[in-house]
């Protein structure tokens, strides 16, 4: 299931535009690691690139899914009976009862055995909400934004799969005088999709994933110089950007990898607001099996780095004049050294994100 488009309104605010309102996988309250203050971040269901060690793998696909936990389940066989296409069926267990088989492969994704699920061994996601919903839902944290310097972060997903939206949402927040950040791989060709949201959006949150234009294109599925064209401009516009590098096994951590990433970064050493740098972490792989798409999990027994094999990359961020460098996100408990020993300002925060 999806949310429909609306043609021009939204909740009776005309936008000019069709406007689909994506699905929302979940609105995170008090959260630290995606921009300043206290933040509630509403997550969008929807992502057009493949990063194979996505840790959130449920927000990749625009439609809606649903989690199938087999440790909740205690084959009652409410949801065999409503299931149209024979996709979960009882079978005979290993021992002498009966348990549940689910066939994904014969799955409509019609959603009929979540609704009467009682053990919510079955759980939807991605829910349908207006935009007054959203809003009402992000706004009724106002006084610990304004206490904290926190605000509201749209992320994903991305939320530039969805503009129109997007800007909507930013719109309406921004109307209220709250903070807004926004988290995003800066995929799109075209400019005209981000300029607008330059007026709304206090901080934009952007991903570099790869300095290499071939692993770019062929594994993450986007041109490299499309990124690398809206980071330009967003600096040029002088919009307030964050810098986020996940840093994966083998994919880009060779010393090589790291200078690309200072060599890149260092002309924009005075503009920038800072750079995090996520590790890599295993924390997604129970979803790609919840979601029954354990097959296109391909980090699977991947180690993670442990937080040091970061640090030249942070040492040498700082060192071409980034003002904040942190390891593991916004908030940060420990300090880095530069190969001189002295405090580089490095915070670090071990493997605390890692999209
Ligand atoms: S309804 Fe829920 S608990 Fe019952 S068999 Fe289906 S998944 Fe298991
Ligand atoms: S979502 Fe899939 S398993 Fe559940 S009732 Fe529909 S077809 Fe059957």
Redesign the pocket.
Known sequence: MENPPVDGVIDGVAVGVAVKIPLITEIQRFSLQDGPGFRTTVFLKGCPLKCPWCHNPETQKPAQEYY??KA?????????AVCPTGA?T?IQGSGKGLV?N?DRSKCTNCMR?VA???????ESVGQAMSLEEILREVLSDEPFYRNSGGGVTISGGDPLLYPAFTLELAKRIKQRNVHVAIETSCFPKSWKVIQPLLEFVDLFIVDLKSMDPRKHAEVIGCPLKQVLDNIDRLIEARANVRIHIPVIPGFNDSQQDFADFIACLSKYSSQLEGVDILNYHVYGEGKYTSLGRENEYQYKGVKENPPEKVLPLANGLKRVGIRSVTIGGLVGITTGENESGRDAGVRCMANVNGG
């Open positions: 199938y936990n909740r389940c205690v084959s009652c066989g409410r949801c065999v979960s009882l549940l689910l055995c009467v699920c009682l053990t919510e061994a079955r």
